[in-house]
């Protein structure tokens, strides 16, 4: 049973514009919820992460946008760049643990 | 500050065989987590150990196992291996347990034949 649900599977945004990535979860035990990006042929990096205690955190030209009630969470990419082309996965993990349950992650293609 | 190190990057395994992949944590880092990537079912949560004591365990086969060393360094053991364990094994590391930053590795990909 997939309990983050990741959307859209692909993405194609042209540079200088905002990539969303929309993410559902459904375990409300859940209490951390990061961003990952990879590149092909290297492990996943985490990019930002948030606790449900707030419902936005920014870093640099990255956005989570965290809506417990609804039990979704999303990444903004402002200003999209062709180095952003990567495929990004969202997780969530609980408190008692580092077992993290990734979505299905997105391929990201920025178009110069 | 060096990263997680994971070795070998590449390995080949005939069905039935056994493989052991090992993974370096960062440097005083004591929670190790495996992970298998595959195209079709993504990144699927193996183990996770802490303190040489495994704390989480996913819904994976027991041919799947693992240890950690008493310097934090991980094994992982695949046993009588099947062509559906052709994957990217990651390994992630945390400076503690619980709701951490968690760094990968670049992975060992195994191909079963």
């Known amino acids: 049973q997939q309990q983050v649900k990741q959307s859209p599977q692909s993405l194609i945004v042209q540079k200088g514009g905002i990539s969303i990535i929309n993410c559902a979860y459904e375990?409300?035990?859940?209490?951390?919820f990061p961003w990952y990006q990879q590149f092909p042929g290297k492990g996943p990096a985490l990019l930002i992460a948030?606790?449900?205690?707030?419902s936005e955190k920014k870093e640099g030209r990255f956005t989570i946008s965290f809506n417990k009630s609804a039990k979704q969470f999303s990444l903004h990419i402002m200003d999209s760049q062709p180095g952003d082309s990567a495929t990004y996965f969202c997780?969530?993990?609980?408190?008692?643990?580092?077992?993290?349950?990734f979505g299905g992650g997105t391929r990201l293609m920025v178009k110069p | 500050k060096a990263g997680v190190t994971q070795t070998p990057r590449y390995l080949i395994k005939t069905r039935g065989q056994q493989v052991t992949l090992s993974c370096s944590p960062i440097?005083?880092?004591?929670?190790v987590s495996w992970y298998q990537q595959t195209p079709g079912q993504g990144l699927q949560f193996l183990f996770e150990?802490?303190?040489?004591?495994?704390?989480n365990k996913g819904n994976f086969p027991g041919r799947f196992s693992g240890r950690q060393f008493s310097n934090s360094r991980s094994e992982m053991n695949v046993s009588t291996l099947e062509l559906g364990d052709s994957a990217l094994y990651l390994c992630?590391?945390?400076?503690?347990?619980?709701?951490?930053?968690?760094?990968f590795g670049q992975g060992t990909r195994l191909t079963v034949v």
């Open positions: 997780a969530a993990s609980i408190s008692a643990g580092n077992m993290l349950t």
């Open positions: 992630a590391s945390s400076g503690r347990q619980g709701n951490t930053e968690a760094f």
């Open positions: 948030i606790r449900p205690d707030v």
């Open positions: 440097s005083g880092h004591r929670s």
């Open positions: 375990n409300t035990a859940f209490d951390y």
């Open positions: 150990y802490f303190s040489e004591t495994q704390r």
